[in-house]
C-alpha cells in the first residue's frame, strides 16, 4: 500500500490548516515523525481483528494528545483501549453507533486523551 497525503486548506487556500496521511503504520510512523513532529489526533479504523499489541505501540510512539479509534468489533476494541490506557491515555468516551439495522453488528467511536 502507498501512502497518500492530502492537504487540508482553511479560508485560505495557501494555509494548510490539516495534513492527513493515510499510508501502513508498520512502515510509515517513524519517518512522518521524524519528518513533521508528533501529530495532535491519530484516527484508526482497524480490521475486526484489532490491532496488533506493535501497531499499538507504534500508536503510542506518536505522542498524539488524542486518539480516535473507530472500531467494529468491541470485542478487540477493549484490549487495544487497555494496552492505550497502560501507556497514560484514558478512555473518555465510547459512543456506539448501529450502522447495521437489524444486524448484531455495532461500530464503537472511542475518544483517549492523555
Request: aromatic content about 2%.
Amino acid at each position: 500500500m502507498r501512502g497518500v497525503r492530502e492537504h487540508v486548506h482553511g479560508t485560505c487556500p495557501d494555509e494548510a490548516v490539516a495534513v492527513v496521511v493515510a499510508q501502513d503504520v508498520r512502515l510509515g510512523v517513524r519517518p512522518l515523525l521524524e519528518e513533521a513532529g508528533s501529530p495532535d489526533v491519530v484516527v484508526v479504523d482497524p480490521p475486526r481483528a484489532g490491532l496488533s499489541k506493535k501497531i499499538v505501540r507504534r500508536m503510542i510512539e506518536c505522542g498524539a494528545r488524542r486518539i480516535v479509534y473507530v472500531s467494529c468489533n468491541p470485542t478487540t476494541l477493549a484490549p487495544n483501549a487497555a494496552q492505550l490506557v497502560a501507556a497514560g491515555y484514558r478512555l473518555r468516551r465510547v459512543t456506539p453507533v448501529d450502522m447495521f439495522p437489524h444486524t448484531p453488528h455495532v461500530e464503537c467511536v472511542s475518544v483517549l486523551e492523555k
